[in-house]
């Protein structure tokens, strides 16, 4: 059964939803389905071609005609673009700080979660994001939401950043953080928000070892027939 189970974990920019879900794919022995990445990419390659981030009919037909893969090793997950390796590429400021104009644009939404639901249906998963429970795997079998203070995943993204070599200001950190918030709580389509039956998890304090332990657990209860 759990080759099969299916698991959403939304949450915030910065909440940790990538790293714990990876770790927690790779010991269930489940899929990693990292879906903000495949809006970072779609963004990046739409900042390559020069493309009006606004011009969302531009982005879909973009969209449509890009063959996006994942990939899992021991490395982490890798992101290819019509086979072409852009793991390191869609983490930078620019692709960052352009991610919500194409991500809460409603028709290229729906053109990456038919990808998504159709990795999904390919066998077990973990998929993480900020609408995979209640519109992405709406019967996922655990759903959990993910939170942290704004300080602690300011703290995180600077940690990040400068250890890709990107000298960045915390505080500015903390602001585009707070304004990716409101954008991602307010967009028209697929807003963030926790579905209705998930589990909320607050990582602030917490070591990614802990939180991991705290999601196993989830779906080895609902493995195991508790609740």
């Excluded at 299916?6 to 010991?27: F, L, M, Y």
């Excluded at 919500?100 to 939404?109: D, E, N, T």
């Excluded at 996922?140 to 300011?154: C, G, H, M, P």
Aim: charged share 30%; hydrophobic share 35%; net charge negative.
């Amino acid at each position: 059964m759990m080759k099969r189970l299916s698991v959403a974990i939304d949450g915030p920019a910065g909440a940790g939803k990538s790293t714990v879900a990876r770790q927690v794919a790779k010991r269930l022995g489940l899929t990693y389905v990292d879906t903000g990445a495949m809006y970072r990419a779609i963004t990046w390659k739409a900042l390559r071609h020069r493309l009006d981030l606004t011009d969302e009919s531009g982005v879909i037909h973009l969209a449509r005609h890009t063959d996006l893969r994942l990939s899992t090793d021991q490395k982490g997950v890798g992101v290819w673009v019509d086979g072409e390796d852009v793991t390191e590429a869609i983490r930078t400021p620019e692709v960052t700080s352009n991610v919500s104009v194409i991500a809460g644009q409603g028709m290229v939404r729906e053109v990456l979660v038919e990808k998504q639901r159709e990795m999904a249906e390919q066998g077990g998963v973990v998929m993480d994001g900020r609408d995979i429970g209640t519109h992405v795997l709406p019967d996922a079998d655990v759903k959990v939401f993910l939170t942290a203070s704004i300080d602690e995943r300011a703290q995180r993204r600077y940690q990040e950043l400068m250890r890709r070599g990107y000298p960045v200001d915390l505080d500015r950190l903390k602001e585009e953080i707070s304004q990716r918030d409101e954008k991602d709580k307010s967009r028209e389509h697929s807003p963030l928000r926790p579905a209705k039956d998930a589990i909320h998890v607050d990582t602030t304090g917490l070591t990614i070892e802990e939180v991991i332990q705290a999601i196993l657990d989830l779906c080895r209860t609902k493995v195991g027939g508790g609740e």
